[in-house]
């Protein structure tokens, strides 16, 4: 399923913007930026690379829009959203160590490690910047809002990545466990994206509420498709190579499940020091013999179900909203 | 020379902010912070540990009384000035390898390198939190002006840190360039403790000027300072192994006077895949002998000198930032 057009309905703003926050870097930092978002080749030669789905933006000028505000007043704030989450891929790949990202070379695999992480902190610092710049329609106390907003989504997001990490080294990780640090690690930020919506909106902190259950639901199923994805999905799509969750041997939900339901086979495989393409091809079978995907489909379709509930009561729904849960639902990248 | 009493006027104040700033965080990432920051031990148990000289926050509190303003309202902006220095300091000791940070064992080499991302993530984050808390004390407007200061001079420090790696891999670094790169990677937050000080005192915008200048001298000041201790500091004191600068191939200062005096020896060490001990003390004692190390200390004296000058435009003088100034030119740690 590829992306629907309430993914693109801001799209081209949302890029514009990036654009003028990552203008303020200087070269060579500014160019690795513009790699990693997708508009530059290598070599800083304009391309028109793959940027991701832009998600967080999306979701955040949707919701501001379904709740009678002006997305484009709001740009600055889905901006800063989109920043953060790449600062956390970019971060992301070095710790993991991947080489792929978006079909395309990553960051630190073109420049090292340790520009990479300048590169990443530089996205992070651009985006509290480009908060700064609600001032220009807002008045200061809902820009002070939104900035305590993204700083607590990131703590939280801090959190959740060290757990996610610390899961690594654990044998035993239950679904309870495993519900909080996704929810932590991926449902925290998503959540801000709808709530930052809303606050720019002029119904503004009363949709907190909703938004941050609706949010977090939805950011649930993200997580647990992505999992899906990083054991099953096909690298043309995703532009990652496939089955690399199990080689990374993370706690994915799919492997949550077969724990919960006493199948050893997967710690088996993630005990051995080097694990073989075999061994992938072999564990995502068993996996998939036990219904595990099946289940993870399942918890996908029924937080999908729950997060629309949550956001119906703030009239969020049909059109746009139907086609971003559709394409979370059944999304191959 | 033992850290003046002007360093410690604000001293308790200072360490509960941080405190409290850190309390936000679960363990084990809280217990982390409070072994980094000296409050904890490797376990989590209370010890009184080497916390530093917490000079950013001192730097920005003696500014702010100094031009009348109060201190205690200005402390979250002090204690976020200390989280954001110590966020720079564990990344740093993950990049460099360093296995010692005032006398114990880095954060990363005692819990690893990912889980140390995340503590230095959260300190980050957690310096953005406190900048909130000027909201009981002074205008919006006012918190979002320190908010844009913070994170001006945070994007200038990335930017030198990344001039500086870049500089490792460079064999020509002349004495403008090195100045450019300490002047962002040091100077920027120096500039901007003094910045905050004064903005949040009654002279508030109009002291920025100044400030700004005497601080960025007293940053060039203090990291010059900084080059001669890694290079002849004494383990007992700075904490550090002696000579580890050279070790890492670091272009500091004494090793860019070298070069401009077409001394290529440096070069030669540096080009060695493997710096032995005695690399280090040879290099070391030539570099004494070409007079580098004395070079290096009229740059410090000239530096606090000239600032000095800048900041009694704004009667910043006598006293306290006499003391400093001392320290700064004297300091074995």
């Known amino acids: 399923m590829s992306l629907p057009p309430a993914?693109?309905?801001?799209?081209?703003?949302?890029?514009?913007?990036?654009?003028?926050?990552?203008?303020?870097?200087?070269?060579?930092?500014?160019?690795?930026?513009?790699?990693?978002?997708?508009?530059?080749?290598?070599?800083?030669?304009p391309e028109a690379g793959d940027t991701g789905k832009r998600l967080r933006p999306a979701l955040c000028l949707l919701t501001c829009a379904s709740l009678d505000g002006d997305p484009r007043q709001a740009l600055p704030a889905a901006a800063a959203l989109e920043l953060v989450h790449n600062f956390s891929l970019v971060h992301d790949d070095i710790q993991d160590g991947d080489l792929l990202r978006r079909h395309r070379p990553t960051v630190w695999s073109l420049w090292g490690k340790r520009p990479a992480f300048s590169a990443g902190w530089a996205l992070w610092t651009l985006a509290l910047g480009c908060l700064q710049k609600l001032?220009?329609?807002?008045?200061?106390s809902l820009v002070l809002r939104a900035d305590r907003l993204l700083q607590e989504s990131c703590l939280e997001m801090i959190q959740g990545q060290y757990l996610d990490i610390s899961y690594e080294g654990k044998e035993r990780v239950s679904l309870e466990d495993y519900l909080n640090m996704i929810g932590k690690k991926t449902g925290a930020l998503i959540a801000c994206a709808l709530k930052l919506g809303g606050l720019?909106?002029?119904?503004?902190?009363?949709?907190?509420?909703?938004?941050?259950?609706?949010?977090?639901?939805?950011?649930?199923?993200?997580?647990?498709k992505d999992d899906v994805l990083g054991i099953w999905g096909d690298e043309r799509r995703t532009g990652k190579p496939?089955?690399?969750?199990?080689?990374?041997r993370k706690k994915t939900l799919p492997v949550v499940y077969a724990l919960e339901k006493g199948r050893r086979e997967v710690l088996e495989v993630y005990r051995k020091p080097d694990i073989t393409d075999e061994d992938v091809l072999r564990l995502a079978d068993l996996l998939e013999?036990?219904?595990?995907r099946d289940y993870a489909q399942q918890l996908v379709e029924s937080y999908c179900d729950r997060s629309r509930e949550e956001l119906k009561v703030l009239g969020l729904?049909?059109?746009d909203f139907d086609q971003v849960f559709d394409f979370l639902k059944e999304r191959g990248h």
């Open 289 to 292: 013999d036990i219904k595990a």
């Open 7 to 45: 993914l693109f309905r801001y799209r081209a703003e949302v890029e514009a913007e990036l654009r003028s926050a990552v203008e303020k870097l200087d070269s060579p930092l500014k160019d690795m930026l513009g790699y990693h978002l997708g508009w530059l080749d290598a070599r800083g030669r």
């Open 135 to 140: 001032s220009r329609s807002f008045p200061m």
């Open 317 to 319: 729904s049909g059109g």
């Open 242 to 248: 496939g089955g690399s969750d199990l080689r990374k």
């Open 200 to 224: 720019l909106s002029p119904q503004g902190e009363e949709t907190l509420g909703p938004l941050e259950r609706g949010g977090r639901l939805l950011g649930l199923a993200f997580q647990i």
